[in-house]
């Protein structure tokens, strides 16, 4: 009965020792799956609040692209604001080129003697406010600088200038983006000139073939 017994013990004891291992292996397994479910569970997280501050920072970008253009558009009405204003003081101005340099000199007469004795148009003493020199490109004489008191003795001087004699120029007191604008309308006439299509100039206005050529008024 003893060896039966220890026969069995025998027999059993292997069996028992592998259902234990498989026992322990199973705990480690499952303590190993909860760590690791765990640690899944914890970069869940941590991947929600990533995507939650992605979420925030794009509404920020996107205030910030509203704001830029909010912003571009203000300044490009300010831009506006300041050519309009700028055009309005160069309004009654007129730009004389030749009139010779002499010490003491009185330009404001000098100005005036030009359109008389050139153009035979009478300015009154008071009809030109003031007048100056421009700082040259280091040729003399400098350009003259004049300000009329009204309008029409100023477009006077420009439909006549013409006349003057071929020392003497006569140019309008333009602003930076309105040479630019001229200088633009210039090359688009000679490109049209250079294809044979009619080109005619009415004042500042361009006409190629009938048609009125206008640029873009936004201030760059």
Known sequence: ?????????????????ALIGYVCLVLFVS??????NKQIERMLVRVRALQ??????GEIQERFVVDINKTDHNIHALDAQIEQLVQHTKRYNLIFMGIPE???????DAVRRLADESMGISI????????HRLKGNGTKPRPVLAKFARWKDKTRILYRRKSLPPEFAVEEDLTEFQMMKRRKLMMLANKAEAEGRRVRWSGKILFVDGKEIKLS????
Do not use: C, H, I
């Not at 303590?31 to 690791?36: G, T, V």
């Not at 939650?52 to 920072?57: N, V």
């Not at 002499?102 to 404001?108: I, K, R, Y």
């Not at 009154?124 to 007048?131: I, T």
């Open 1 to 17: 009965m003893k060896f039966t017994l220890r026969r069995f013990a025998n027999k059993v004891r292997p069996v028992a020792l």
């Open 217 to 220: 008024d936004k201030v760059t």
């Open 31 to 36: 303590k190993e799956q909860y760590s690791l």
């Open 102 to 108: 002499s010490e003491n000199e009185d330009l404001t």
């Open 124 to 131: 009154g003493e008071k009809d030109v406010e003031y007048a």
């Open 52 to 57: 939650s501050e992605q979420a925030k920072l």
